[in-house]
DNA sequence: CCTCGATGTTGAAACGTTTTAACGCCTGAG
DNA sequence: CTCAGGCGTTAAAACGTTTCAACATCGAGG
């Protein structure tokens, strides 16, 4: 390793005194032009690359925020990190991203870290609830399509009950009455809130409770959506559902591969509607019906609430989106022969 | 913002000197079990967390490492992305991502911080050659899917020659003699390998070079597949392709959309091949011919090329992997009525 | 000629840790 | 009783910045 020039090396090189570096560095309109130019040169020669936590011990602040996803292997988070990085670049910030991977021991660390480094805010879509309510430490939180249920924080959501009571009504009304609802675990709290808005889509349509049949998953990933396939044709016909409606598109596009795979036709055999619709929901086997979050905006807002955390008279806010359904093939009216 | 409560508030709250408390942070069995309690107890009690950057200012190492990814929406790199954070959570490092999003100056920007927050390593899969030879300021740099032409740092990458050789190879095998490349743009080197092997494959076939039209993109995203699908039927049936091959899966993606809508059959009217083999492939509309790369595992190797990058005694090294074609019925033998 | 304000520069004191050498205490051996 | 050696603890010196009050220098206004 060199031996690590510093701005001190810079100072004398350029014959000048440290501070007068730091604010060329910092506030470069306070130095002359004619030594600015000798600093900067002497910076470009030495190639000084500021330390940043000698920067930031001193001077507080970080320049960087945090955006702890659930699963970034979910093309739904990469957009909604999308939408916060722009907002965040907008703002002069850094992002930095940490898969907790769904899994909670992973996110405690992450958040432990990022407590550590004093970045300025985090944004996050928790595991599971416990989770959500995690100590704040100094370092502001806000929670990402999850409501912040204690008025501790902000959040930004939407609404995944109407979204769930779309998705459903939506079924009933291409006449459905046996339709499974896919997805798990239960700790999701998205996931709960969109069973909860099936239930009400079937109580509106005077349907019995177990009109829906509830498979849980381990995950929200294609491979569940696999499985759960092989879990519903494996039912008698008589009681096999007409129509699913999945959680995600992950699980719906395993659905449909395993569908195929099994020689069940979509929509004929089953309609099936997902949830997100990501970009490949509409590029898949049988384009899918899918109830539509504002991705890029649900991280744009999230990063811009973030921002107003530390404004004096900040209070928390919570927002929340309205989901939409965008219907496709996978639930193209039931053909009867 | 709170006071913010230090070592020394820990020290004094649990009777003994900061050097105590220290020493039970970093080093917790040099310290008497009956101190070490009663210091945690305090650390419990005041909510401490310990200051990363004078840590680090004193320490000198970090204990984290980035992956600067070329897109992070695109599931190839989320899965790169994952094999490098197992890696780095093995050897107890945590893992900073940050999306270039194909962007040079995001690039050199998050580059910049990396250097400035002196993290031990940075993995980048680079936005083109240019960004490839980046100075070197100290950090080690392992190139990602992309292999380190000078001697001056590590590599991990796949032989995209062979890649794009095996694609229009089965291409070749299948029929087909007027075949269309689509990708870019060309400043990446992926396209320009991709593309060197397509052209290996038409001399091995004895086809002449203009066997291949090469239409290029301004992304390796799914929006430009369909553009260039639109591109592809403009052209008139007698000069147009009978087969396609995708620079990667997003383009085919893109590309299958599109042919769906202008009521073109694949592999009837056109045949495609992506390159990546993302999950997403398999649940295409037409399931996807492609060419698959070990992902995780090039994000894992990558990681531990780093991990040696410090050891005294270490000379860069350029791994490379061998890719695999997959078959799938975008490319099932054409009928001839 | 003196004073004043503006403009540029600087010395030195933080910031919150880790680290090192030294310290006091206790125990068991001589 | 003395002394060597081990053990646990500590005071104080870093680490590389930023920041602030103070200090030159200079031109203009009185």
Redesign the pocket.
């Known amino acids: 390793m060199k031996p690590?020039?510093?701005?001190?090396d810079v100072?004398q090189h350029a014959?000048?005194?440290?501070?007068?570096?730091?604010?060329v560095?910092?506030?470069p309109d306070?130095?002359?032009?004619?030594?600015?130019q000798r600093v900067l040169a002497a910076i470009e020669e030495l190639g000084?690359?500021?330390?940043e936590?000698?920067?930031q011990?001193?001077?507080?602040s970080s320049r960087v925020i945090a955006y702890v996803v659930l699963d970034a292997a979910n093309p739904f988070f990469t957009d909604v990190a999308r939408g916060v990085e722009d907002a965040a670049r907008e703002a002069g910030l850094a992002l930095f991203l940490c898969n907790s991977a769904s899994d909670g021991g992973r996110e405690r660390e992450y958040l432990e870290l990022l407590h550590e480094q004093r970045v300025e805010g985090i944004l996050i879509t928790p595991v599971d609830a416990a989770s959500a309510r995690i100590a704040e430490r100094g370092t502001p939180v806000v929670l990402v399509d999850r409501e912040a249920t204690d008025g501790t924080r902000c959040s930004v959501a939407v609404d995944d009950v109407l979204g769930g009571e779309l998705a459903v009504t939506h079924l009933i009304e291409n006449g459905h009455t046996r339709i499974a609802m896919i997805g798990g675990p239960l700790s999701i709290q998205q996931v709960r809130d969109r069973r909860e808005g099936a239930m009400r889509a079937l109580t509106n349509a005077g349907l019995p409770a177990d009109a829906l049949t509830f498979l849980e998953t381990r995950s929200l990933q294609v491979a569940e959506g696999r499985g759960a396939g092989e879990r519903l044709v494996g039912l008698p016909a008589s009681r096999r559902p007409t129509a699913a409606f999945c959680a995600n598109d992950l699980l719906a596009l395993g659905l449909l591969q395993s569908m195929t795979q099994q020689g069940l036709r979509v929509p004929d055999d089953l309609a099936v509607v997902g949830y997100d619709d990501i970009e490949f929901a509409a590029a898949a086997a049988v384009p899918l019906t899918s109830v539509r979050q504002p991705r890029e905006q649900l991280g744009r807002t999230a990063a811009q609430l973030l921002l107003t955390e530390n404004e004096p008279d900040h209070e928390h806010r919570h927002v929340k989106f309205q989901p939409e359904l965008v219907v496709r093939a996978s639930t193209a009216i039931k053909r009867r022969p």
Chains 1, 2 share one sequence.
Do not use: H
């Open positions: 690590s020039v510093g701005i001190r100072a014959g000048v005194s440290n501070a007068t570096v730091s604010n560095l910092n506030r306070v130095v002359a032009p004619a030594t600015r000084f690359v500021r330390n936590s000698a920067r011990l001193r001077a507080g």
